[in-house]
């Protein structure tokens, strides 16, 4: 309780420290929702091109991305911060942050308040909407409960890509943009039918790495779609599953790489 | 208070060897230090320049995992307890801030009591004594990024000490400042260690902070210790003397000896001479030589902790051959 206060006490300070620079922070804004959106359209215009793509039309892999978009953007949005983690190591500054009485993650997840990044989640959100908007779904009570979980699964999962991805610095100081290209690279691996992938590709990155139960197995069955690839149809009911074991993997990577920090001289 | 047994910290780097090829080495950067350090005491750990020093503190306060040997803190294991053992000690990294870059001091100060979840009233009775003893009123309002190295400097040690902590690492807290911050700080340290409540560990390169604060000095070289002691027993064990210096209006008579000293040196053609208190008095000394030529001025001078330290870092570079 105390320490929930002392974040929000950070967070508070964080605050008024951005609004000393508002126009940037307006800037952002707007950049930041030009490039979510710029990332969605890329599917439009593969779709232009073919009519139907892995065996999904253009509205039933929209369901994919509009998944994955929200996910992503909520992981974005909370945690998304903790890819500064190379600078705080690179510069030996998570010495500071050791050395208060709070834990290490949650305070660089608020080290930056990441105002600007909600226009993305905006679009993130309208892009689902669209999609739930544009197929004809089949409402019934678990699938109304699906809609809501598997964004928030979604979120996790990608929450814990975005600690693995940044985890790497602690035992890769100068591992710069690889961490973020693992994450980008993630996301748009999910905004599109698995199937389009080769097999070797597939099996590793959507059932050995877990990626497939994103958006691509939960979009079937709000679709009511079988899998062509054969998995039955409660595989996308596993996304909260397999969100939380890739929760738990980030979490005892993060600690073993706190434990590797080797700071600088000084 | 702080208890260090064979305490060990390797760094494995990597050194060129050819053009391609990179090799892997294996850096002691702490080689087995055990020390035992009682609530209340004020130790100053000095050493040269990669002597390991930060290297210790950040083990001692769970920024660094050990590679080997144990260390408590206040009763708890650094690393596995850290968030607990940070409530109960203060830390200046002297090259790295602990404040809030964007933020007035004043609100660095208002943060950190949230952070450290302390009682309203004891953070501002804390506050209030280190905006006297310390002179922070002025730029309580300054952006932190704003301050001068000796104003952050001193905002910095306040940061530490808002929540009364029981032990207070300080890593060249004096760094950069001029005379009279450093003055600020010691006397300020001098007070704190004073009242006994607190356990000091101290790092410098200004040995004057350590004659002005720390009744046990302990030197590293190298990553092990060189020395555990009062600074007597440094000047004792490294046979450190007075000297006597002297103004003459006419050169000593050649071949003068002074009983129960030496001549160090003759300087400004023989009108000015050192000689080195062995086994006599500076009374006896004094005498003698004023019956024996026609003095100016004299002066004893006590010896010098910065000779004494500079002789044992030389004699420790003797020893591994490192140049
Ligand atoms: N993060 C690191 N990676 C590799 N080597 C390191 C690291 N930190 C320190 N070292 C090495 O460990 C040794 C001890 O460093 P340390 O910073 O503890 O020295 P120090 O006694 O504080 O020196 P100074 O008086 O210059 O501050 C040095 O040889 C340094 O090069
Ligand atoms: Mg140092």
Known sequence: MAELRAYAALLGGRFRSATAYRTSFAVELITNAGGTAVDVSTVFVLFHAAKVVGGFTLGEALMMTGLTASGFVLADLTVGNVDQLKTYVRNGTLDAVLVRPLAVLPQLVIADLPLRKLMRFVVGVTVLVVAVLSNDIDWTPGRAVLLVTAPLAGAVFFGAIFVLSASLAFWWVESGEVGAAFTYGGRDFTSYPITVYGTWFRAVFAYGLGFGFVAYHPALTLLGRADPLGLPAWAGYLSPLVALAAAGIAGIVWRTGVRHYRSTGS | ?323
């Not at chain 2, 929540?163 to 911050?181: K, M, N, W």
């Open chain 2, 1 to 323: 208070m702080i208890e260090m047994r064979e305490l060990r910290k390797d760094f494995t780097v990597r050194v060129k060897a050819g053009r391609l090829r990179r090799e892997k080495r294996v850096l002691a950067a702490v080689d087995g230090v055990s020390l035992s350090i009682g609530a209340g005491e004020m130790v100053g750990y000095i050493g040269p320049n990669g002597a390991g020093k930060s290297t210790t503190l950040k083990m001692l306060t769970g920024v660094l995992s050990p590679s080997g040997g144990e260390v408590s803190v206040c009763g708890l294991r650094p690393v596995p307890q850290r968030t607990r053992l940070a409530l109960r000690i203060g830390v200046v990294f002297g090259q790295r801030s602990q404040l809030w870059w964007d933020l007035p001091l004043g609100e660095s100060f208002r943060l950190l009591r949230y952070v450290y979840r302390v009682p309203a009233a004891e953070h501002e009775a804390r506050l209030r004594r280190c905006r006297d003893l310390l002179d922070l009123d002025e730029f309580m309002d300054t952006p932190v990024r704003q301050l001068s190295l000796g104003q952050r400097m001193r905002g910095e040690l306040t940061a530490a000490l808002l929540h009364g902590p029981e032990v207070l690492f300080l890593d060249e807290p004096t760094i950069g400042l001029d005379v009279v911050s450093k003055q600020a700080v010691r006397s300020f340290l001098g007070e704190l260690g004073a009242t006994g409540d607190v356990t000091l560990v101290l790092t410098t390169h200004d040995l004057a902070d350590i004659e002005r604060l720390c009744e046990r000095l302990v030197v590293i070289d190298h990553g092990r210790v060189v020395h555990d002691g009062t600074i007597d027993d440094l000047h004792s064990r490294y046979g450190s003397r007075r000297s006597l210096v002297a103004d003459l209006d006419t050169p000593l008579p050649p071949g003068f000896a002074l009983p129960g000293a030496t001549t160090a040196s003759i300087e400004a053609d023989g009108h000015r001479v050192t000689f080195t208190l062995e086994s006599t008095t500076a009374g006896a000394a004094v005498a003698a030589l004023v019956n024996a030529a026609p003095v100016r001025d004299l002066s004893v001078v006590e010896p010098e902790i910065e000779d004494v330290v500079a002789r044992l870092y030389t004699d420790g570079r003797g020893v591994s051959g490192v140049p």
